[in-house]
């Protein structure tokens, strides 16, 4: 039976063969993995579908194409066949004759090489003094070759790559930036916690708030939620909110469909369980495929202000960044605060500065007055 790279997913053409979980000529038994691909946006595990011999034809840290064969897999009585075939006389005769013809036709070069350098000795020492000196020449680039390692990029971090250059050549990429005032939301979650995570099996995150709050600052400038297709505007009247994810080998986006329709809990949940499938490479292109706005959280590596990326064909990103205590003014008084800095990165082929910042002003203004989002405890 052949073990062929499968159809992974649209726009997947090839994959890079990770790891071998089996030896060459490894008995396998059903359902045991045999291998890992990576394309540019999902790991795979291959398992095996029956029983047999593994005969590898594929070695690891190679790019494979889809449909092409990479192992076979033998079943245990095919492989017991060629077992069999040495037992018969004839082979025996045959490899005998071919022993006993074989040696005069193979001493005889053997002779006629050895004897040509001794015919003229001093045409065989001349020509050893220059092959000497390329050996100490070799021995700086050694040296520096230990310095520098090379490793080819992953599928993931190329795409990633294709996909931060394109940002950059095919949109007209602009960022408008906020801040926004925690205090509220971080009262409401310290007082409804133990009722929230009792009832509902998890923490009530920050995220939860801020998808809740992105979809209802895209209710209000849908044109956020459209997208540009060649000379038409897409607008687009469901949302489908990605998370930027970061994972080992490199940034992935899931995405929570409908988010409209979700409770805080299921967000925060879905969040949860996307995680854990990255940990165990269990993410389907379905996860990711699609996605009207995408929120991203540097915040979590202790960013304090960036600018992020855009995710086209996607039109906008929000960027989410660590909290501090600040100093700010409220109600003529100075008073201390926990502040986040958003920043808002949008496509000004599509959206003007008074839809971009009108939109980031209306999530700023429903994250300090959660109250106004409906709370579904």
Not at 37 to 65: C, F, Q, R, W, Y
Not at 195 to 219: D, W, Y
Request: negative net charge.
């Amino acid at each position: 039976m052949e073990l062929k790279v499968p159809e992974i997913g649209e726009s997947i053409f090839e994959a890079l063969l990770v790891k071998w979980h089996q030896n060459d000529g490894a008995s396998i038994s059903k359902d045991d993995l045999l291998c890992e691909l990576e394309t540019d946006k999902i790991t795979l595990e291959l398992h095996a579908e029956t029983n047999g011999v593994l005969s590898v034809s594929v070695p690891e840290g190679t790019m494979v194409k889809v449909g092409e064969v990479i192992a076979v897999l033998k079943e245990s009585e095919e492989s017991v066949i060629p077992e069999a075939q040495p037992v018969s006389e004839a082979p025996a005769a045959e490899s005998v004759a071919q022993q006993s013809t074989a040696a005069p036709v193979t001493v005889a070069p053997k002779e006629v090489l050895a004897a040509e350098p001794a015919v003229g000795e001093t045409t065989a020492t001349k020509p050893l003094p220059p092959i000497a000196p390329p050996v100490p020449e070799q021995a700086p680039s050694s040296d520096q070759d230990d310095r520098i390692t090379r490793q080819p990029l992953t599928p993931i971090r190329r795409r990633i790559a294709e996909r931060l250059v394109a940002a950059r050549q095919q949109t007209a990429m602009l960022t408008t930036f906020n801040e926004v005032d925690l205090s509220r939301m971080q009262a409401l979650r310290a007082k409804h916690q133990e009722t929230f995570r009792q009832r509902h099996g998890v923490k009530l995150g920050l995220m939860s708030f801020f998808v809740k709050a992105v979809v209802e600052a895209l209710r209000e400038y849908p044109l956020v939620n459209a997208r540009l297709e060649e000379d038409a505007i897409v607008q687009q009247h469901f949302y489908d909110i990605g998370i930027a994810i970061s994972a080992e080998k490199g940034l992935v986006v899931p995405v929570l469909r409908d988010a409209d329709r979700l409770h805080f809990a299921e967000i925060e949940q879905a969040i949860i369980d996307y995680a854990e499938k990255i940990q165990s490479n269990r993410l389907g292109v379905a996860d990711l495929k699609g996605g009207t706005f995408t929120i991203t959280n540097g915040g979590v590596f202790g960013s304090l202000l960036s600018t992020p990326l855009l995710n086209p064909p996607q039109c906008a990103v929000l960027g989410m960044h660590t909290i501090q205590q600040r100093p700010v003014v409220r109600d003529d008084e100075i008073v201390i605060r926990p502040m986040m800095y958003l920043a808002l990165s949008y496509d000004h082929r599509l959206l003007d500065g008074r839809e971009a910042v009108g939109f980031l002003k209306r999530v700023c203004a429903y994250v300090e007055e959660p109250e106004e989002m409906l709370l579904e405890f």
